[in-house]
Nanobody
Framework: QVQPVESGGGLVQAGGSLRLSCAAS????????IGWFRQAPGKERDFVAA????????SYADSVKGRFTISRDNAKNTVALQMNNLKPEDTAVYYC???????????????WGQGTQVTVSS
């Protein structure tokens, strides 16, 4: 079992950058796929990015491809989401989740963090 905890959210101007971090307790961290999702007010929770157990494979939503980078450090039980060239439409609560399959389906991720707010002003 693993419990993700997000950090690094905040307020940034359009064009700026933020780095989110997902720290997870438990010695089995490297057995999980880690995904980032986001939920804007009044909208459904959407897939953002995911990374394989070793970190050698990544997947991105089209809306963030080329701007966001996901990475992981299994020795430190952390996954990072580097977000560059942020846009107002990136404003949302960002969630880190752990699962067994590298998919974009929310239901395939069993463990979720509480989320961290990212606000991008225009």
């Amino acid at each position: 079992q693993v419990q993700p905890v997000e950090s690094g959210g905040g307020l940034v101007q359009a064009g700026g950058s933020l780095r989110l971090s997902c720290a997870a307790s438990g010695r089995t961290f490297n057995k999980y796929i880690i995904g980032w999702f986001r939920q804007a007010p009044g909208k459904e929770r959407d897939f953002v990015a995911a990374i394989s157990r070793s970190g050698s494979s990544t997947s991105y939503a089209d809306s963030v491809k080329g701007r966001f980078t996901i990475s992981r450090d299994n020795a430190k039980n952390t996954v990072a989401l580097q977000m560059n060239n942020l846009k107002p439409e990136d404003t949302a609560v960002y969630y880190c989740a752990a699962g067994s399959l590298m998919v974009r389906i929310i239901g395939e991720y069993a463990y979720w963090g509480q989320g961290t707010q990212v606000t991008v002003s225009s």
